[in-house]
């Protein structure tokens, strides 16, 4: 009874460290947490980057050029709501997630990844889209959205207001 008390107290002490060191790795990418509306979480990140994520999020915050500054996100589950601030050049923000990678340098998008698919959306500005694995690329704008599946074409469609509707409640917006 003891082993198994004191393999459940371990599990839990390393639980809670994986946290810390995953808040600390975010948060030494600039970006800071706050809990918003409808259960989301706020990351605001110095460089004017805004994440919302959706309550049960996964998600990793990356610093790719090792600069202090998030660039990227990689998304394993549910949604994000994601805001660039226009910068001319440079390299693009990027959210990966496992079928798909959207990629920007001003705007404000979501992004949500199921199991079968990745559906992003654009509110405002213009976002790349194309598959992990490379292939064709498209480009949405505001109102815009596309279903990136494993196979089939990617296909640039005006969502209708209840499907946007659907996905900005479940962001708090």
């Not at 371990?10 to 800071?32: I, K």
């Not at 549910?78 to 997630?97: D, I, S, W, Y």
């Not at 992004?111 to 976002?127: L, W």
């Not at 990617?154 to 900005?168: E, F, H, I, N, S």
């Amino acid at each position: 009874m003891r082993g198994i008390a004191r393999a459940g107290l371990f599990a839990l002490a390393w639980s809670l460290l994986l946290v810390d060191y995953a808040a600390a790795q975010q948060a030494r990418a600039g970006c800071t947490p706050s809990p918003s509306a409808a259960g989301t979480q706020t990351w605001r990140c110095d460089n004017g980057i805004t994440i919302v994520a959706e309550n049960g999020a996964r998600f990793e915050l990356k610093d790719a050029n090792r600069d202090g500054h998030i660039d990227s996100v990689e998304l394993s589950s549910q949604a994000l709501l994601v805001e660039v601030p226009k910068k001319p050049g440079g390299n693009p923000f990027k959210v990966l997630t496992p079928r798909a990678i959207a990629a920007v340098r001003g705007t404000k998008w979501a992004v949500d990844v199921t199991e079968a698919k990745t559906a992003v959306f654009v509110a405002d500005g213009r976002v790349g889209v194309s598959r992990r694995s490379g292939g064709r690329r498209v480009v949405l704008g505001p109102g815009e959205g596309v279903d990136v599946e494993a196979t089939g074409p990617l296909t640039v469609k005006t969502w209708g207001q209840p499907r946007v509707d659907a996905l900005m409640a479940r962001l708090g917006q």
